[in-house]
């Protein structure tokens, strides 16, 4: 894991399991989604597309996706979406409402910076918006920088944000 992931959060894993995409999670990963969306916006057709078809818009093109599981209950999620030039976007990321503020986002964004790396990727990119003040913080922790805002993938998106993660 990552060297922004404490020692306090690895006792914390103990607890939970990572693990990468089941056909069987795919209900979970766009009723978590689903979910956190709707705290804030209406699902766009971006969304969808991605939810409800997992496998072929996410596991297909190379990618994957990521859970935290409690009791064998998913509780957070994160896709890694694989693009051309050897980018990557960071997508779908959650933890649910119940398990915010345990530092699991900090372990599943860790898991999302490995695999990248692994996979010989550039840059991992993310969308996000302002009102989302957690998810902006943990990007800063993990040295995500703001660049212009070159996507219309989500109409809630107002800003983009950009990791470097080759040697």
């Known amino acids: 894991m990552d060297s922004k992931v404490s020692f306090q959060e690895k006792e914390i894993m103990e607890k939970f399991q990572l693990k990468t995409f089941q056909p069987q999670y795919a209900k979970a990963f766009y009723e978590l989604n689903k979910n956190w969306i709707e705290e804030y916006w209406e699902l766009e057709q971006s969304d969808l597309n991605d939810l409800l078809n997992p496998i072929t818009s996410v596991i297909e093109k190379g990618g994957e996706i990521f859970f935290i599981l409690h009791k064998e209950v998913i509780i957070g999620t994160a896709a890694m979406i694989p693009l051309d030039n050897r980018?990557?976007?960071?997508?779908?990321?959650?933890?649910?409402?119940?398990?915010?503020?345990?530092?699991?986002?900090?372990?599943?964004?860790?898991?999302?910076i490995s695999y990248a790396k692994n996979e010989k990727?550039?840059?991992?990119?993310?969308?996000?918006?302002?009102?989302?003040?957690?998810?902006?913080?943990?990007?800063?922790?993990?040295?995500?920088?703001?660049?212009p805002l070159d996507s219309k993938k989500y109409l809630r998106g107002d800003y983009k944000m950009l990791l470097k993660v080759e040697d």
């Open 121 to 147: 990727m550039k840059e991992i990119f993310l969308i996000s918006n302002s009102k989302l003040k957690a998810a902006r913080s943990l990007y800063d922790i993990f040295n995500f920088k703001e660049v």
């Open 87 to 112: 980018i990557m976007e960071l997508a779908k990321m959650t933890i649910h409402v119940n398990y915010r503020g345990l530092g699991l986002s900090k372990i599943l964004l860790s898991q999302c």
